[in-house]
């Protein structure tokens, strides 16, 4: 039977290379996020890939129980979760920091992480079976000047995700975290809120990351048999060595 993976952030980087690598790999897809063109233009790419799109804020918790429950029949037995939307905003001492900033990532990376799993997993423990994966971070795993509350958002998806496959062990459901480092997406343009001069800077002098390079890794996780959890994973470009200890050239 095909089997369905519900993708969050699929209209960009990370999220939407994953939707072409599972829909390459025969799974049908829930695609959200919140722009419907984007996602339109990608199911029209997949175009033989049943697709359901669904448009909500991660961040509003009645948006997205509404979402999850609009689901078409054929699209409830959610098997496979990518817990992917997400960003950082703005990179400032916490002394100056924007408390909407904060608010937009404690309420996106975590929180919106948090409505998504709570609605989508009664298909998934009523089944005693499912598979989430968690996109956390390298900053998750370390502090660096500046990213603060990103850092705290994304040590909370680490813990979060700790817990969550402690909470889910009866019901057979794995789950995982993959911890990017530095990846070229719109990531540092969201960050930079759209100064993509400065965010071409972040990958200036050595290779980073490409959303392709995560998905291959999230489709082999995703393709382990069922007695096979790949619990965590930090997948940096081959040029850095920390979260800002990067080799240019
Ligand atoms: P992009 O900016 O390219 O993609 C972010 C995606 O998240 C978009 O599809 C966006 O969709 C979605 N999204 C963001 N906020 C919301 C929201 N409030 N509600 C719904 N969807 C939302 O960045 P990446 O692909 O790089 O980021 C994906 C994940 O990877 C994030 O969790 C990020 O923190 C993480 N990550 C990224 C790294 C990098 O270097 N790029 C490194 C480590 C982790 P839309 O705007 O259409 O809603
Ligand atoms: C994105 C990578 O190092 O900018 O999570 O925080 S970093």
Known sequence: MT????????????????????????????????????????????SEVPTHLLTFDVRDRAAVETAVQSLPAEFQEVDVLI?????????????????????DMLDGNVKGLLYVSRAVL???????????????????YEAY??????????????????CMRLDLLPHHIRV?????????TEFSAVRFKGDTE??????????????????????????????VNIAEVLILPAAQGAATTIRRE
């Open 176 to 184: 995982a975290e993959v911890n990017p480092g530095a990846v070229e």
């Open 145 to 162: 000047a500046n990213g603060n509350v990103y850092c705290a958002s994304k040590a909370a998806v680490a813990s979060l995700t700790k």
């Open 198 to 227: 400065r965010a071409a800077k972040v990958y200036d002098g050595f290779e980073p990351l490409r959303a392709e390079d995560i998905a291959d890794v999230i489709q082999f996780m995703v393709t382990r048999p069922a007695h």
């Open 3 to 46: 089997k369905t993976a519900f993708i969050t952030g699929a209209s960009s980087g990370i999220g939407r290379a994953t939707a072409v690598a599972l829909g390459k790999t025969g799974f049908q897809l829930v695609l959200a996020g919140r722009r419907r063109e984007r996602l339109e233009e990608l199911a029209r790419e997949l």
């Open 83 to 103: 817990n992917n939307a997400g960003n950082a905003h703005g990179l400032a001492p916490i002394q100056s920091g924007n408390p909407a900033d904060w608010d």
């Open 122 to 140: 009664p298909a998934m423990t009523s089944r005693n079976t499912g598979h989430i994966i968690n996109i956390g971070s390298i900053a998750g």
